[in-house]
T-cell receptor, first 109, second 115 residues
Framework: GQNIDQPTEMTATEGAIVQINCTYQ??????LFWYQQHAGEAPTFLSY??LDGLEEKGRFSSFLSRSKGYSYLLLKELQMKDSASYLC??????????WGAGTKLIIKP | IAGITQAPTSQILAAGRRMTLRCTQD?????MYWYRQDLGLGLRLIHY???????GKGEVPDGYSVSRANTDDFPLTLASAVPSQTSVYFC??????????????FGPGTRLTVL
């Protein structure tokens, strides 16, 4: 079967750095996405990785290792507005997205 | 403003009733999707459409139907609602087909409660 694993919840301090991990087992791999979802709102696109390595975009970076079936999202200089759920999704061999349950990130002052 | 709209925002529905959730996008995207989101679970694909006139089944299609008469609209119908269909429903769209990342963009969601 297909499976995406992420921690259910994480807590971090404002101004700090946090790493959210995602491991996956899917039928085929055509890219990995990270989305941010604030409570009661729609998911919004953060990053996309298809090749191994680190993609940096401002305070957010995403890393992929295809051989390990592993990705992480790194958030630097945390702000209160970063409190949200972070969703990991893998595009499989049918070009459909398989989604993890999401990691709820709580930022404390 | 370009994007995806969904209607209604929320709905309480009696079991056995028929309900259509509406979704419209103005980005001229080829592909559209319907997901449901339940607490503790990832988004699950119900139905999708790669282009106007075609539809396909996702992971959890039973009890739902869709149509794609044109590029912009992708309604989702519950023929006879059951309490297990209580969920938040998201419509999404993507450009598809040009070798890009094919990012999916989401509508604001419809919160449906079936009693």
């Amino acid at each position: 079967g297909q499976n995406i694993d992420q921690p259910t919840e994480m807590t971090a301090t404002e101004g700090a750095i946090v790493q959210i991990n995602c491991t996956y087992q899917t039928s085929g791999f055509n890219g990995l996405f990270w989305y941010q979802q604030h409570a009661g709102e729609a998911p919004t696109f953060l990053s996309y990785n298809v090749l191994d390595g680190l993609e940096e975009k401002g305070r957010f970076s995403s890393f992929l290792s295809r051989s390990k079936g592993y990705s992480y999202l790194l958030l630097k200089e945390l702000q209160m507005k970063d409190s949200a759920s972070y969703l990991c999704a893998v595009r499989d061999s049918n070009y459909q997205l398989i989604w993890g349950a999401g990691t709820k990130l709580i930022i404390k002052p | 403003i370009a994007g995806i709209t969904q209607a209604p925002t929320s709905q309480i529905l009696a079991a056995g009733r028929r309900m259509t959730l509406r979704c419209t996008q103005d980005m001229r995207h080829n592909a559209m999707y319907w997901y449901r989101q339940d607490l503790g679970l990832g988004l699950r694909l119900i139905h999708y459409s790669n282009t106007a006139g075609t539809t396909g089944k996702g992971e959890v299609p039973d009890g739902y139907s869709v149509s794609r008469a044109n590029t912009d609209d992708f309604p989702l119908t519950l023929a006879s609602a059951v309490p297990s269909q209580t969920s938040v429903y998201f419509c999404a769209s993507s450009e598809r087909g040009d070798g890009s990342t094919d990012t999916q963009y989401f509508g604001p969601g419809t919160r449906l409660t079936v009693l």
